[in-house]
């Protein structure tokens, strides 16, 4: 499948601890906000998905952390489509976020189900 989308981000206050480390849940966040970036550029923006009676339901799998992230750091995140099942309707994504020297800092693997509530 091998399909990249990318998007730039900076290292909020509300994102780290009292070391200035980036917490557990902002990870969490920015992988939500890449795949919703994902879906809107697709045509799938959160209002369309809700006129459509489609729901989805994120599970953070696994996640790999190799250098923190800090405060006021700029990186980016590399989306990749790792496997699409339409039948199960499961996505599987990994998100690699990568500091402004390009070193990567963390990978986490994302399964994406989704519903149709019609």
Same mark, same amino acid.
């Given at each position: 499948m091998n399909k990249m989308f990318?998007? *730039?981000? $900076?290292?909020?206050?509300?994102?780290?601890d009292d070391f200035m480390v980036?917490? !557990?849940?902002?990870?969490?966040?920015?992988?939500?906000?890449? %795949?919703?970036?994902?879906l809107f550029e697709k045509g799938y923006a $959160?209002?369309?998905r809700k006129?459509?009676?489609?729901? +989805?339901h994120e599970f %953070?799998?696994?996640? $790999?952390?190799?250098?923190h992230l800090m405060f006021m750091q700029e990186f980016f995140i590399n989306l990749e489509l790792l496997s699409f099942d339409e039948q199960q309707q499961k996505l599987?994504?990994? *998100?690699?976020?990568? *500091?402004s020297s *390009? !070193? +990567?800092?963390?990978?986490?693997?994302?399964s994406?189900?989704?519903?149709d509530h019609s």
């Open positions: 990318r998007r *730039n981000f $900076k290292v909020k206050g509300e994102d780290v980036m917490q !557990e849940d902002a990870y969490q966040n920015y992988t939500s906000s890449i %795949l919703n970036a994902y $959160k209002q369309k006129q459509i009676n489609f729901d +989805l %953070l799998e696994t996640k $790999k952390i190799r250098k599987i994504v990994r *998100n690699s976020f990568f *500091n *390009n !070193e +990567l800092c963390v990978t986490a693997k994302t994406i189900s989704w519903f």
